[in-house]
């Protein structure tokens, strides 16, 4: 059983065009997170709910807007894709109030041609 | 606001040598440090947690540890081997450092 699963794997569209990643935990966590992997690897982090409440919003274009339908799932909505969109899109989560432990899903390697 | 630095960025060592990555971080403030390591292509596989009342974590052949007071923690990776090349992340309260990546030759 998978415990942080993203869904595609793999998405390429052309510029303009909106898309949306989703995100599932089985662990029983509440608190989930979507992050961002450019081109250099770097991982930086974009949003965290908790209890489908936004906790964290760094700085991110509002063509970006999370959705948290329920404590298991996040999904990331993208709009009027960009060149520079393209990355790898990770979905994590952990326990609130425990060690906080981040588990990642495999990512969503994002192409906007 | 948190910054979180690794030194080196690349690592090349032969089979069987002891190595350390480093990770320091400007706000000392923390709740726990996480490792993860990285393979291409692939997502973050958890390696070790450190709580900030804790000084190290071991599993197997990786040690890490934590000094607060200094910014810094270690990941300690006895003999290693070709299996252990991947990308070495480190986390503090949700920011990354840039990663090491370590090369491991037969």
């Known amino acids: 059983d998978t415990a942080v699963s993203q869904t595609p794997k793999y998405l390429v569209t052309q510029m303009g065009n909106d898309k949306s990643i989703k995100c599932e935990q089985n662990l029983g966590h509440d608190t989930m997170y979507w992050y961002k992997q450019d081109s250099k690897k770097f991982l930086k982090i974009m949003f965290s709910?908790?209890?489908?409440?936004?906790?964290i919003n760094e700085t991110v274009p509002n063509r970006f807007s999370p959705k948290s339908p329920d404590k298991a799932h996040l999904n990331l909505h993208i709009n009027s894709l960009e060149l520079g969109d393209s990355a790898v899109y990770f979905c994590?989560?952990?326990?609130?109030?425990?060690?906080?432990?981040?588990?990642f899903g495999s990512g969503t390697q994002l192409s906007v041609l | 606001k948190q910054e979180v630095t690794q030194i080196p960025a690349a690592l090349s060592v032969p089979e069987g040598e002891n190595l350390v990555l480093n990770c320091s971080f400007t706000d000392s403030a923390i709740y726990n440090l996480q490792w993860f390591r990285q393979d291409p292509g692939k997502g973050l596989t958890s390696l070790l947690l450190i709580q900030s009342s804790q000084r190290e974590q071991t599993s197997g052949r990786l040690n890490a540890s934590l000094d607060k007071s200094s910014g810094r923690s270690t990941l300690y990776i006895a003999a290693s081997q070709p299996g252990d090349s991947a990308t070495y992340l480190c986390a503090v309260r949700l920011i990354f450092g840039q990663g090491t990546e370590l090369s491991v030759k037969p």
């Open positions: 709910y908790n209890n489908k409440e936004l906790i």
């Open positions: 994590a989560s952990s326990l609130s109030g425990q060690n906080e432990k981040l588990f």
